[in-house]
């Protein structure tokens, strides 16, 4: 009861081309987004991360070789504001996007440990939307972006310190 109570309220916090939500007792699929290109899941996985666009698509980067290392975006604490530091990694990737109009990008959003795991599925949601957002300001097809958020659960760094932390609080580019 509760985890559908929380799936609505996601629902409804949800923006952008959220169109519709529904909720049954299939956790894996609790919420359903109408993509303008193709049908699209929004829901809770296994693991606890929170999937937008292609939950099908393939993990790891196989994007150009000059963009594997400039991949990741870091947040500071509690935010979804990209640092003027990350705009010209973000213009790399945008620029390859549009010279590459069948490339597709996936951005996952992470969080450090802190925080309730519901609290971080939706942080790391506001950080891939806010990478999506400035990909798409920047000229970027938004049918080229799909998002998903693992919250606290892919830490880059195993630790229970800032250094740590820092290091979590990130949005990752793969192609």
């Known amino acids: 009861m509760l985890k559908n109570y929380l799936l609505v309220i996601l ?17 894996s699929s609790a919420l ?26 393939q993990d790891g980067f196989n994007g150009p070789a000059e963009l594997q290392n400039a991949n990741t975006i870091y947040f ?27 490339a597709r990008v996936i951005i996952e959003g992470h969080t450090d440990e802190r925080g309730t795991p519901e609290y971080n599925i939706a942080l790391g949601e506001r ?3 806010s990478v ?10 938004v049918n080229q972006l799909s998002i998903v ?3 606290e659960e892919k830490p880059a ?18 192609y």
């Open 132 to 141: 999506a957002r400035y990909m798409q300001n920047l000229g970027v097809d």
């Open 32 to 57: 359903v987004e109408d993509g303008s290109s193709s049908d699209a899941q929004l829901g809770l996985d296994d693991d606890g991360s929170l999937t937008v666009g292609d939950p099908n698509a």
């Open 76 to 102: 500071g604490f509690n935010s979804e504001n990209i640092q003027d530091e990350y705009l010209a990694v973000m213009q790399k990737h945008a620029n390859y996007l549009k010279k590459n109009p069948d």
């Open 149 to 151: 958020s693992y919250g």
């Open 157 to 174: 760094v195993e630790g229970h310190n800032e250094a740590a932390w820092s290091k979590n609080r990130r949005a990752v580019l793969n």
């Open 127 to 129: 950080r891939a939307r």
């Open 11 to 27: 629902c409804a916090l949800s923006l952008g081309t959220l169109t519709a939500c529904s909720t049954s007792g299939d956790d």
